[in-house]
């Protein structure tokens, strides 16, 4: 499974932006889908996931302002990002979660980069 992100960049507090992650290869029996993220100097922390059968799961932080979706006929994965604050600022990454023969496989894509200024 690759997985490759976009959406990514600069944008004043207040504003809005939204990520893409793209899945390809051999995608069947993918599970869970979601967005990470990793400030400078903190751990990688959920900020979102969404289940096969839809049902999502927020961070505290982000409930309220940020949606996370997926398109099935794309393999594709948004989260839409509301009313970002500097604390958002991080680089975000996609992840997957695949079972195949009983075993969980976790994939990771490239981080895409958000900054927030104030």
């Known amino acids: 499974v690759q997985l490759q992100a976009s959406g990514g960049g600069l944008v004043q507090a207040g504003g809005y932006l939204r990520l893409s992650c793209a899945a390809s290869g051999s995608i069947f029996s993918i599970n869970d889908m979601g967005w990470y993220r990793q400030a400078p100097g903190k751990q990688r922390e959920l900020v979102a996931d969404?289940?096969?059968?839809?049902?999502?799961n927020y961070a505290d932080s982000v409930e309220g302002r940020f949606t996370i979706s997926k398109d099935n006929a794309k393999n594709t994965v948004y989260l839409q990002m509301n009313s970002l604050k500097p604390g958002d600022t991080a680089v975000y990454y996609c992840?997957?979660?695949?079972?195949?023969?009983?075993?969980?496989?976790?994939?990771w894509g490239q981080g895409t980069e958000v900054t927030v200024s104030s």
């Open positions: 969404i289940t096969s059968g839809g049902s999502t």
């Open positions: 992840n997957a979660d695949q079972i195949r023969a009983g075993i969980v496989y976790d994939y």
